[in-house]
Nanobody
Framework: QVQLVESGGGLVQAGASLRLSCAAS????????MGWFRQAPGKEREFVSG????????FYADSVKGRFTISRDNAKNTVYLQMNSLKPEDTAVYYC?????????????????WGQGTQVTVSS
């Protein structure tokens, strides 16, 4: 199992950008597919974006497509989520997750390890 720690959240105004980072421990990070989820108050955790072990196969929820970009640096054991043109409806706790799937995982059940989350708040 891999240990995950998110960072980079904060309070921003609508239209601003943030970059979330997720640092992973362990020597096998490069073998994991990675994903980002988010959970707003009173709502279920939802898929945001995923990426394969080799950086390919990126996939996005329709609600963030064209605004968010997922990437990874296997040499730094880190996955990123660049969030541009933020909207108030993007407000949520954002979670990083790791999966042993070979293809891009998108479901909660695809993931084996989770971070503790980082809060993103977008004001109007």
């Amino acid at each position: 199992q891999v240990q995950l720690v998110e960072s980079g959240g904060g309070l921003v105004q609508a239209g601003a950008s943030l970059r979330l980072s997720c640092a992973a421990s362990g020597r096998t990070f490069s073998s994991y597919a990675m994903g980002w989820f988010r959970q707003a108050p009173g709502k279920e955790r939802e898929f945001v974006s995923g990426i394969r072990w080799n950086g390919g196969g990126t996939f996005y929820a329709d609600s963030v497509k064209g605004r968010f970009t997922i990437s990874r640096d296997n040499a730094k054991n880190t996955v990123y989520l660049q969030m541009n043109s933020l909207k108030p409806e993007d407000t949520a706790v954002y979670y990083c997750a790791a999966s042993r799937m070979l293809f891009t995982p998108t479901r909660l059940s695809d993931f084996d390890s989770w971070g503790q989350g980082t809060q993103v708040t977008v004001s109007s």
